[in-house]
Structure formats: structure tokens, C-alpha cells
């Protein structure tokens, strides 16, 4: 079945840097593009970021562009999250899927505080 195992996260301070990575199983990765959502607490999931099944076309939400970076490696199944200058606001559960939405993972818990 369709699996999604997220790592990476952890305490940062303000400004610090953080690599998500998302281990993808049970489909076939290189055909569907993926994303990285994430959900603070006592708020709804927000998407960050968006990349095609290449790799060659990325989306960033307002409020991470300049800041984060989103990439893939369909060899391996793997999708990353480059999070710098992290600040408080980016506190959050990050979670990767599919564009189709349908199966989520556990989830990386990120908490940016000084």
C-alpha cells in the first residue's frame, strides 16, 4: 500500500536550517507530483510547496519562497524539504503526499523556538 514516512525534523532556533525528507513507497513515484503540506496546531494544513513529477517545475507558498526549497529524487523515492531561516511562524507538522491527496503519513514534527 501507499506509504509515507517523513523525517527530519526537530527544535531549531530562529534562523537555523532543517532538511525534511519524505520516503515514498507502494506506487510508482516518478509519475505523480508531489507536495509538502504542513498543519500548526489548532490550524488547518496549508500547502508549502509543489514539484512535478520531473522535478523541473516547483511551487512555493508566499510564505516560505526565498526561504525554502522543494526537490525530489525518483531513483529512490525520496522527496526533500530545504527549510532555512526558519522562524517561528514555520512551527508545524510537515507532512508529504501526492498531488492526488489521498494517503498522509505520520507526519515530522518542526518547532522553531529560541
Known amino acids: 500500500q501507499v506509504q509515507f514516512v517523513e523525517s527530519g525534523g526537530g527544535v531549531v532556533q530562529p534562523g537555523g536550517s532543517l532538511r525534511l525528507c519524505c520516503q515514498a513507497?507502494?506506487?510508482?513515484?516518478?509519475?505523480?507530483?508531489m507536495m509538502w503540506f504542513r498543519q500548526a496546531l489548532g490550524k488547518e494544513r496549508e500547502l508549502v510547496a509543489s514539484?512535478?513529477?520531473?522535478?523541473?517545475?516547483?511551487n512555493l507558498a508566499d510564505s516560505v519562497k526565498g526561504r525554502f526549497a522543494i526537490s525530489r529524487d525518483n531513483d529512490k523515492s525520496i522527496l526533500y524539504l530545504q527549510m532555512d531561516n526558519l522562524n517561528v511562524e514555520d512551527t508545524a507538522v510537515y507532512y508529504c503526499?501526492?498531488?492526488?491527496?489521498?494517503?498522509w503519513g505520520q507526519g515530522t514534527q518542526v518547532t522553531v523556538s529560541s
Open positions: 514539484i512535478s513529477s520531473k522535478g523541473n517545475r516547483v
Open positions: 503526499t501526492t498531488s492526488a491527496k489521498k494517503d
Open positions: 513507497s507502494g506506487f510508482d513515484f516518478s509519475w505523480w507530483p
